[in-house]
């Protein structure tokens, strides 16, 4: 058993984020949404209490379990100690009155098989109507996503001050109802889901080009982000197309994280990936859930970025990848949904599809402030001008991107594209 | 509606003549039970006891006695308060309860209201 403390950081973080936005949707269910501050503690409590025991006695075979446990055990000491001034979930608050009932009542609630029911009620919950969405959207990433105030601050570019403002006043809202929303009624769960694709895509985005440093992929956070996906297209009220659209974007994503790193942790461009390392059940899986969300003539920006998922997932060899038709794709994703990001990855499949001037043209195009603070904009011009054998130009591009890196692996990755275009020695 | 103590007698023997499974099976019927009381805003409360306690003598003095409550067969495992239109409904709720339905007996006995 590995008991350093680093290490234990790195696996508490990672169970944070698969279990704490369970618990906390469990924990809300049984106290009641108007307890969801309760709940939250309980969850943050039995964390802290498990990297105390943990660091002293190592690591429990199942720490997931562990977990669980504690925040029940932690739960029924909390009802024990508040049933006569609190009241919790209307319809549970007889069986936790009564020692009589209180523990196997507990016991089943986090035993049950619907607790990805809770966590969707959950979902919905948080997006209450009188809420701006943005709103509703950071409430889903603290509560269910396990994400932390700081990141969401980020996210949103915005203080944590602020964002923690915002959070109360949203939280204030969640707390006037008796229970978690009801998932019967089909119509009022319908009018919802966009908030919550919306919360759930920015989970993902947060995992996949993960900004934290020393982890350029979080992929827990990207396999957390399709299991809620995965349980909204399950669930016949919120499986619109877009919610499949987005579950497939997400299974043809995820099927090729294996191959974006190396063992060591370091970044691969497309070209080095080992294709034979992606996950070809989960791509199956996407192109089925891509196929079932073409249904209806909506088209969702989330249509157009699994598309475009899907045409590296078809080609065999990434010499093989249709980049005219990811162009044509890019095209219609910017005409959905304007964003930076978006043209700029257009500009390079531009450059793949038509030569590296005709990218660097794109790129030139392109003029916002916030791609010029990301590495990804000086890698991409650095990459065409070597293209172009201008080796001058794009080392002073790599520099640059080297500058803007986020973390240590992105780092690396960059300077080992810098010294490519340095003469040698 | 007025409330009722339900005494409920021979619960440790019941607990003791079940099986596990049966036990189990039997305490999620008396979960169903209380969860129905409670959405008809008729559980008004009530807990199960431990075996260990103290007998004090009637007219107190100095004769306290551990008490040997499981031994007997109509030892009070446990209580339940429940509000009823009558004695007679109040009676039917306890022959209802899955506990008794197992072989507990019940007391049944209407909360007194002291005249002002």
């Not at chain 1, 030569?355 to 790129?363: F, K, N, W």
Request: net charge neutral.
């Amino acid at each position: 058993v590995r008991s350093d403390p680093a290490h234990l950081r790195v696996v508490v973080d990672h169970l944070f984020r698969e279990e704490a936005g369970k618990l906390t949707c469990v924990l809300a269910r049984i106290l009641g949404p108007r307890n969801v501050d309760l709940a939250e503690e309980v969850v943050q409590e039995t964390l802290a209490r498990a990297l105390e025991a943990w660091a002293e006695q190592g690591l429990p075979e199942r720490p997931a379990a562990w977990l669980t446990q504690a925040a029940r055990n932690r739960a029924v000491d909390l009802i024990r100690a508040k049933r006569r001034s609190v009241a919790f979930a209307p319809d549970l608050e007889a069986l936790l009155s009564s020692e009589w009932t209180l523990v196997p009542t507990v016991q089943a609630m986090f035993h049950q098989e619907e607790i990805g029911d809770d966590v969707l009620r959950m979902m919905f919950s948080c997006c209450h109507l009188a809420l701006p969405q943005e709103a509703q959207v950071a409430l889903i990433l603290k509560l269910v996503c396990g994400f932390e105030v700081r990141e969401i601050a980020a996210l949103y570019l915005a203080s944590e001050a602020s964002l923690e403002k915002r959070l109360t006043r949203a939280k204030a809202r969640l707390r006037r109802a008796p229970g978690l929303l009801e998932l019967g009624g089909a119509s009022a769960v319908a009018g919802r889901v966009d908030p919550v694709l919306t919360a759930l895509y920015a989970m993902f985005s947060e995992g996949y080009h993960g900004s934290g440093p020393g982890h350029p992929v979080a992929a827990v956070t990207c396999r957390e982000a399709l299991r809620l996906c995965g349980l909204l297209a399950e669930h016949p009220a919120a499986a619109l197309p877009r919610t499949k659209a987005l579950f497939a974007l997400m299974c043809l994503d995820v099927a090729r994280l294996p191959g974006r790193t190396t063992p060591g942790g370091d970044l691969l461009p497309l070209e080095e990936q080992d294709r034979a390392t992606w996950d070809r059940d989960l791509i199956d899986r996407g192109m089925r859930a891509m196929a079932a969300s073409q249904e209806g003539d909506a088209l969702s920006a989330y249509h157009v970025e699994a598309a475009i998922a899907a045409q590296h997932c078809l080609a065999p060899r990434a010499e093989d990848t249709d980049w005219a038709t990811i162009v044509e794709l890019y095209d219609r994703l910017l005409e959905l949904h304007a964003s930076p990001y978006a043209a700029l990855a257009r500009a390079v499949a531009v450059g793949r599809a038509r030569g590296a001037s005709a990218g660097l043209a794109a790129i030139a195009a392109i003029s916002d402030p916030r791609l010029e603070r990301t590495p990804f904009l000086h890698a991409a011009v650095g990459r065409m001008r070597q293209e172009l054998g201008e080796s001058t130009a794009a080392a002073q591009a790599f520099r640059r991107a080297v500058r803007a890196a986020r973390s240590d692996p992105e780092r690396r990755f960059l300077e080992r594209k810098l010294a490519a275009c340095l003469p040698r020695a | 509606m007025p409330d009722y103590m339900l005494l409920l007698r021979g619960t440790y023997h019941v607990e003791r003549r079940l099986s596990p499974a049966e036990l189990a099976a039997m305490m999620g019927r008396f979960t169903g039970w209380i969860r129905e009381l409670g959405a008809r805003g008729q559980f008004r409360g009530g807990d199960p006891f431990q075996q260990e306690g103290r007998l004090v003598a009637s007219g107190g003095g100095p004769t306290v006695a551990d008490g040997p409550f499981l031994e007997t067969k109509d030892a009070v495992g446990g209580y339940l308060i429940l509000a009823a239109e009558t004695l007679d409904a109040a009676t039917a709720l306890a022959v209802d309860c899955p506990l008794v339905q197992a072989g507990a007996g019940v007391e049944v006995r209407p909360i007194k209201l002291m005249a002002p």
